[in-house]
């Protein structure tokens, strides 16, 4: 018997090859195995059992890196050519299948660098089939060396035997290399000038370390890009780091040597040291140790909260020691990842604190992927460079994660996670080849083909002139790439939006279909879609609560209930619009946000009744009688529903980031690290009012719950119980809403969460559990971020929706 197999998904530059030809001589079966552009041909001969179960072998037997999406078997009717099995060439042609992100290196690879007598011992570049370099490196498909920036090294004997042996696990290893034929590492100054080890040093790596030791700022050529790196414990370093780098009060991100380092700041709970360990090495952000406190009971003060005990002064120092690690003490969790290549695990050998691993590059802007780049760029910013010639191709930056409901949540996804095709749902497989464009802030794009859509590493936000020259570059690798030709284009309905414009531009000059999304649908799509619901499978009520999405009637939303479907929306209800003095500087300036508020109660009224509250004083200096005049007039003061604008009214009002912040959502930030999460449980909500407005939506107002704010503010409550009593009612509220929405709704069969808001672990948590405490199935982000970062697998579904509706209703 005779049959030829075809297996799509990820299944090129993971091993998949030799690991078919291991079962086929294992089961004495006799063919060929070959790589091609739609993922692993395999043709077999042998008895009717043995191929029954070589089969079945095939899609449970997979290498760590592989991801089968389907298995096509057809009958042959050919003898076999040959006796026994063979690794045959790659085939090119149409492009089908995918390239598999880097992946973290392996416990083999680690143990390899680590012994003395291996040929690779202390090798930086080492790796095999089941790590290492993927989409950092590769130019394009078929995944072979020629295609990768590897082609230039020439493969040593040793390595060339190991490359073609199909029983070692470097066969057919594209990046595959050692210290004789393959890419080097050096040390410089700033001057450009080589640094060689000085004694008892074993070569650039080891000198780097004491560098750092002595408080040096180092930039590290890794894998995806460049870090800029220095003793976390380094007070002193870490300030000028942020100095130089114009990164102050922005949480840094952190590595260690191992989890048992990384348990001396934070609790690591087992869901969470799996995602550390997993083959994608995400940043993890991971909640300090707790400084044990007394407990807070009801008592007989007027707040309610009393204490009872003083705290432990040794667990105090270890908490503290947390605090100060990357030069944030005020949030109340750290960004953690383990070393994933091996020039970070060599390069954290022996330190027993964790080293700041920051992004190379000002703030805001992408990181350095070059060496030529990285000397020019971090001039004055990086004491010492410690550079490599193993060309960066696509610059990938890390993926952040955060454990929440017991689910690994993706913040921002890149190194480890993208460019793997996510799968659409029942009902997509014909849809054709489209390009979603995404948004302005934590862009991603989407290539939608064969039924799955291809989202792009995190670019960033589109404002910036680098970022935008790397988005547009990076849209035409991927297009490359996968020889991508879509037939339609979807933007955000933004017209402001970068990517919106590039968008028409490019339907205009190629004479496509476009198709505007707007903001908050294609959020709830995205849910939708990578919850697996079904192109048919009926509605959903969509909250999504974020900054901002420009809305149907030209007005800034933000705080959305919307019953949808891929093809619509409808908004039922939203948050009561508020005004945004200065429009941007608005966001900008967070106490803009709370005198809106302020100002639609009555703000003369509020004033005269909290004289006292030096809230009011703040305010009061402010150049009040100009934004009046603004709103009055209706110049640069757009009305919004947003969410998030809220979140940044109630932080300043308690006075965080009050003024100005200096990194995106940083008082909505400072606001929940100031809250306790056992607090909410304590503490009743403060009041929201429901009501329908002229168009017979709801609205949430949240008047009664700034007047008892205020009066708890006048009364000298804990910034800490105000807020948790707002979060509490703001869930409350949002819960409440929801209810009412789905029993007059019959058709609504779940509810979908997104929006950047919902990365509030408190207000996410505690939804979450009223919502399904009601009976009611929830569909939430985990594998694409519920932030800007996941709109363009929205705008994909949507846009693929309404394309094949109009060809069937044609």
């Not at 595959?176 to 008892?200: F, V, Y």
């Not at 190629?510 to 048919?536: F, K, R, S, T, Y």
């Not at 409440?736 to 007059?744: R, T, V």
Request: some cysteine; aromatic content about 6%.
């Amino acid at each position: 018997m005779a049959l030829r197999i075809r297996i799509t998904g990820l299944v090129q530059g993971v091993g998949f090859r030799p690991n078919v030809w291991r079962l086929a001589h294992e089961g004495g079966i006799g063919g060929t195995v070959r790589n091609d552009s739609s993922g692993v041909l395999i043709e077999a001969w042998g008895s009717d059992a043995v191929l029954a179960t070589f089969q079945q072998q095939l899609g449970s037997d997979i290498p760590p890196l592989a991801r089968i999406d389907s298995i096509h078997v057809e009958v042959l009717e050919t003898d076999c050519p040959h006796a026994d099995f063979r690794i045959i060439a790659s085939e090119s042609g149409e492009i089908h299948t995918g390239i598999v992100p880097d992946a973290a290196m392996c416990p083999a690879c680690r143990a390899d660098i680590f012994a003395p007598t291996n040929r690779r011992y202390r090798y930086p570049f080492t790796n095999c089939t089941h790590c290492g370099p993927r989409l950092s490196i590769v130019r394009g498909i078929p995944y072979d060396r020629a295609n990768t920036s590897m082609a230039a090294f020439k493969l040593c004997p040793d390595c060339q035997q190991e490359y073609t042996d199909p029983a070692d696990r470097r066969f057919h290893a594209q990046p595959n290399a050692c210290p004789a034929c393959g890419p080097h590492i050096w040390l410089e100054n700033r001057a450009g000038q080589g640094i060689d080890p000085t004694s008892g040093e074993r070569d650039c790596i080891d000198t780097a370390s004491r560098l750092l030791r002595e408080g040096n700022i180092l930039a590290l050529m890794g894998l995806g890009g460049v870090h800029l790196v220095c003793d976390a414990s380094n007070e002193t370093a870490v300030a000028e780091l942020r100095r130089r780098k114009r990164r102050y009060q922005k949480p840094l991100a952190l590595m260690a040597r191992d989890l048992d380092a990384i348990r001396h700041y934070c609790d690591v709970n087992e869901t969470e040291a799996k995602l550390l360990q997993s083959k994608h090495a995400p940043i993890v952000l991971l909640a300090k140790k707790p400084l044990p406190s007394p407990p807070l009971v009801r008592g007989g003060s007027e707040d309610g909260l009393t204490s009872c005990s003083s705290p432990d002064k040794g667990a105090k120092r270890r908490v503290e020691a947390a605090g100060r690690l990357g030069g944030v003490s005020s949030l109340t969790s750290l960004g953690f990842m383990l070393p994933y290549t091996p020039l970070h695990a060599l390069l954290l050998e022996s330190w027993q604190t964790p080293l700041v691993m920051t992004s190379a590059n000002l703030s805001e802007e992408p990181q350095c992927i070059t060496v030529e780049e990285t000397r020019q760029r971090m001039q004055g910013i990086a004491d010492y460079l410690l550079l490599h010639n193993r060309p960066i191709v696509n610059r990938v930056d890390d993926s952040v994660t955060r454990v929440l409901a017991g689910k690994p949540r993706t913040l921002r996804r890149a190194r480890g996670y993208a460019p793997e095709p996510l799968n659409l749902p029942e009902g997509f497989g014909n849809a054709p080849p489209l390009l979603a464009m995404g948004g302005e802030l934590k862009n991603t794009f989407g290539l939608l083909r064969d039924g799955q859509v291809v989202l792009s590493q995190h670019l960033g936000d589109l404002k910036d002139a680098r970022t935008w020259r790397e988005y547009e570059h990076t849209l035409r690798l991927y297009q490359q790439l996968f020889a991508h030709q879509p037939r339609m284009i979807v933007v955000d309905k933004h017209p402001g939006y970068r990517s919106t414009q590039l968008g028409q531009q490019w339907a205009r000059e190629q004479d496509l279909p476009l198709i505007e999304v707007q903001h908050h649908h294609a959020h709830v799509a995205a849910c939708m879609a990578e919850n697996g619901w079904p192109l048919n499978g009926g509605k959903v009520l969509g909250i999504v609560l974020d900054g901002l999405g420009y809305g149907e009637d030209g007005s800034i939303w933000g705080g959305e209930f919307l019953l949808a479907d891929y093809q619509g929306y409808q908004r039922l209800a939203h948050f009561k619009p508020v005004a945004m003095p200065g429009g941007t500087q608005a966001i900008l300036q967070p106490w803009r946000n709370t005198w809106a508020h302020l100002q639609q109660l009555g703000w003369q009224e509020v004033s005269a009744v909290f004289p006292d509250l030096e809230l009011i004083s703040f305010l009061q200096a402010q150049p009040l009688k100009t934004l009046e005049s603004m709103l009055e007039r209706g110049l640069n003061s757009p009305m919004s529903s947003s969410c998030g604008r809220l979140f940044d009214a109630v932080a300043a009002a308690l006075g965080c980031s009050r003024a100005a912040i200096s990194y995106e959502g940083q008082a909505a930030i400072e606001l929940e690290a100031a809250t306790p999460a056992g607090l909410l449980k304590l503490v009743p909500p403060y009041p929201f009012a429901l009501e329908r407005n002229a168009s017979g939506l709801w609205e949430i107002d949240p008047a009664p719950m700034w007047y008892e704010l205020l009066k708890d503010m006048q009364a000298g409550y804990p910034s800490a119980a105000i807020s948790a009593h707002f979060h509490q009612g703001l869930i409350h509220v949002l819960a409440e809403l929801a209810g009412k929405l789905c029993a007059a709704r019959p058709e609504i069969q779940a509810i979908a969460l997104s929006g950047g808001v919902f990365q509030n672990t408190l207000l996410f948590s505690g939804l979450l559990a009223r919502l399904e405490g009601q009976g009611i199935r929830v569909l939430t982000h985990s594998t694409i971020p519920t932030n800007d970062g996941g709109i363009a697998l929205g705008q994909a579904a949507i846009g693929a929706a309404r394309q094949m509706q109009a060809y069937y209703a044609a």
